[in-house]
């Protein structure tokens, strides 16, 4: 049976007798969310009036629900995030093949995907695809800003025993046919005037390269404090946001190692704690957040014991495939 679903604070409504999120999306309704899976919360709702029956198979009438996995049991008003700006970005899938890949170090791979002749393929910077490759499925994040390169750019971590991983760290080859799915997810550079911190783990600075490099395109002034968390010297495998430091006086860099620290005289600990040890207050910025959830939780925390306002953190967790 078909409920009508109510969403605040934008009175947007549509029918759902699925999993709230799908049916929504599937709809062109873009509530906010990232992993799918029920891992990373961002997708979290809170139910104003209804039944709702959540993860755990409970039918609630209160309290939050996450709508990647739970489903109306009655016409239900939820209080979530939904963003227009997305709303025309439509999701498709499309083969691709592979432009270009290199290996800046062991564990890295940086894809360049082309897309068929006269196919359109729009996405908001921060956004990422589900691509799929020998009959493996798996989502990463557009590295790219879309002037510049018709196609897109993803870097990949080499997970060990990943089937994703063993497939483009063996059989990867020029015009290698792909299939790509998207755009997907919630995290894009929202309308403000505030500093901003962008702050990754890993490959998570894959989307914060795409919005920095359009913010850039885009003549921004507004400051841009970059901080990547990496495990090694060794795991520093893009200069490129060095030298977007060294070229744009709005634009400072701080790279921060956590693990082996060898050969290395510049930041060190958990990425979230230098940020906090360089500003006092956080209640001026907004922040951008990408990696795990474990960084990501323990950065949110921290921020805002520092001052920054809850709506003004915003984040995409990279969960491990199930």
Not at 110 to 135: A, E
Not at 192 to 209: D, E, H, M, N, Y
């Amino acid at each position: 049976m078909k409920f009508k679903i109510n969403i605040l604070p934008s009175g947007v409504t549509f029918k759902s007798e699925n999993i709230l999120l799908d049916d929504a999306l599937m709809q062109s309704i873009p509530l906010e969310h990232s992993c799918k899976t029920g891992d990373c919360g961002i997708c979290s709702a809170e139910i104003v009036d209804g039944l709702v029956v959540n993860e755990e198979g409970v039918t609630i009438n209160s309290g939050t629900v996450l709508t990647c996995s739970s489903k109306a049991a009655s016409d239900v008003t939820l209080k979530v995030s939904y963003y227009p700006k997305l709303a025309g970005i439509k999701v498709r899938t499309l083969p691709c093949k592979v432009d270009s890949f290199c290996y800046p170090v062991e564990d890295v791979v940086i894809i360049k995907l082309r897309f068929p002749p006269k196919s359109c393929f729009d996405f908001v910077p921060g956004q990422y695809i589900d691509l799929t490759f020998k009959n493996v499925k798996r989502s990463y994040s557009i590295a790219n800003a879309k002037s510049g390169y018709a196609g897109i750019e993803l870097h990949v971590k080499n997970i060990p025993s990943g089937k994703m991983s063993e497939n483009l760290f063996t059989n990867l080859k020029n015009n290698q046919l792909m299939s790509v799915e998207g755009p997907k997810g919630t995290f894009f550079l929202r309308e403000s005037q505030k500093k901003l911190i962008f702050l990754a783990g890993g490959t998570g600075i894959a989307p914060v390269k795409s919005i920095v490099q359009t913010l850039i395109s885009n003549n921004e002034g507004r400051e841009i404090f970059i901080y990547w968390g990496i495990s090694s010297l060794s795991a520093l495998y893009t200069d490129v946001l060095e030298k977007w430091s060294n070229s744009f006086q709005n634009i400072s860099y701080v790279p921060v190692v956590s693990g082996d620290k060898l050969n290395w005289s510049g930041r060190t600990g958990f990425v979230h704690q230098a940020v906090c040890e360089d500003f006092q207050s956080l209640k001026d910025f907004q922040v951008y957040a990408c990696g795990s959830s474990l960084m990501i939780n323990a950065a949110h925390q921290a921020f805002t014991k520092k001052g920054l306002p809850e709506e003004q953190f915003f984040s995409d967790a990279f969960v491990p495939a199930r």
